[in-house]
């Protein structure tokens, strides 16, 4: 199994500043089978980036995603206020697909 | 618009199962793979396993393979996933989530509102 480990865990920054988050794999994932979702308070997780760098539909270009082979990131180049939320990767290349632990974004 | 509508909140004992369903509508049912997905408590995400409507074939993941099963009617477009001998541990939210283009190695892009299970004595 491949485990997903997920740094910080938790992120403290102001609204307009730039967020760095990084996802490390136990193993080699391709990149085009590694995604991020966000998921805010009772809500479903909602896909961001597929591919390792590609925005799902609708997602604002502020959204970035890079990475290759076992590390990942994701970067909000500044932050909204509603981008404040959970953070997690995914990889889909091995069963059985498995998520990071989350990193939680919260406001400084 | 893509939609997919679960079941109801349900109260299980330790022992029992627990059959969740998951409605797709706004698309071609049985061109995309469903999943799976298991959040527990203030948890992260578990991947369970995943059905192809079209055939019916399945791929669970090995921690779940011989408590669950996953089905599928093409006539109601709705996805089931019943989960046997529960303990615990398995309290959660169930979310069903639709593989985002063909094959099965996907990232979900829509998913149901999430389903919670309680398993309590």
């Known amino acids: 199994e491949i485990v997903l480990t997920q740094s910080p865990g938790t992120l403290s920054l102001s609204p307009g500043e730039r967020a760095t988050l990084s996802c490390r794999a136990s193993q080699s994932v391709s990149s085009i089978y590694l995604a991020w979702y966000q998921q805010k308070p009772g809500q479903a997780p909602r896909l961001l980036i597929y591919?390792?760098?590609s925005r799902a539909t609708g997602i604002p270009d502020r959204f970035s995603g890079g990475g290759s082979g076992t590390d990942f990131t994701l970067t909000i180049s500044r932050l909204e206020p509603e981008d404040f939320s959970v953070y997690y990767c995914?990889?889909?290349?091995?069963?059985?697909?498995?998520f990071g632990q989350g990193t939680k974004l919260e406001i400084k | 618009q893509v939609q997919l509508v679960q079941s109801g909140a349900e109260v299980k004992k330790p022992g029992a199962s627990v059959k969740v369903s998951c409605k797709a509508s706004?698309?071609?049912?049985?061109?995309?793979?469903m999943h799976w997905v298991r959040q527990a408590p203030g948890q992260g995400f578990e991947w369970m396993g995943t059905?192809?409507?079209?055939?019916?074939?399945?791929s669970y993941a090995q921690k779940f393979l011989d408590r669950v099963t996953m089905t599928g009617d093409t006539s109601t477009s709705t996805v089931y996933m019943e989960l046997i001998s529960l303990r615990s541990e398995d309290t959660g939210v169930f979310y069903c989530?639709?593989?985002?283009?063909?094959?099965?190695?996907?990232?979900?892009?829509?998913w149901g509102q999430g389903t919670l299970v309680t398993v309590s004595s």
């Open positions: 995914q990889q889909f290349g091995s069963s059985p697909y498995t």
């Open positions: 591919g390792a760098s």
């Open positions: 706004g698309y071609t049912f049985s061109s995309y793979y």
């Open positions: 059905i192809n409507p079209s055939d019916g074939s399945t």
């Open positions: 989530a639709r593989g985002s283009y063909s094959g099965s190695h996907t990232p979900q892009d829509y």
